[in-house]
């Protein structure tokens, strides 16, 4: 199975090391938008997206990479995402990505994300939250979840 992982880690490196585990059980190459050849994205049988949570958003380099893909009729995808607090009800944006993705045609086989450490405003002042995270177990829940994908 060929994969590859879109991802975007640019504070402290959560989402990087959920995607680096994902990528071990998967056999995949975690790249960032800017490094995708779109070709090479066309023979996948598997594509994830994911990032770090900015402003209860996906960080924006994520955002407008998908915005701007053409359609890929009936491939598969995965999102995931860290972030500081867990992700609201009010406001589901592995769901919000998801249905973008399901706009351009991916089927969306599954969706993951964890806490990571924070540093952004307000948090930076009382030295982040979520620290230590994704830890153990938060790892060890991405490689459970790349697993139930076919890795």
């Not at 994520?62 to 500081?84: C, D, I, W």
């Not at 351009?104 to 924070?118: A, I, N």
């Amino acid at each position: 199975m060929k994969v590859v992982i879109v991802c975007v880690s640019v504070s402290h490196g959560n989402t990087e090391r959920v995607a680096e585990v994902m990528a071990e059980v998967l056999g995949a190459r975690v790249v960032s938008p800017e490094e995708v050849d779109l070709a090479d994205l066309d023979s996948c049988d598997l594509v994830g997206f994911g990032s770090g949570i900015f402003g209860m958003d996906f960080h924006p380099r994520l955002s407008r990479f998908v915005q701007e893909m053409p359609e890929k009729l009936g491939q598969k995808a995965f999102v995931f995402s860290t972030s500081g607090l867990p992700e609201p009800r009010f406001r589901r944006y592995t769901g919000r990505l998801s249905r973008l993705l399901g706009r351009k045609g991916f089927d969306v086989v599954g969706t993951f994300s964890c806490r990571g450490f924070d540093t952004w405003l307000p948090f930076e002042l009382v030295g982040g939250i979520s620290k230590n995270r994704p830890g153990s177990d938060d790892l060890e829940a991405a490689r459970r979840f790349a697993e139930s994908l076919g890795g």
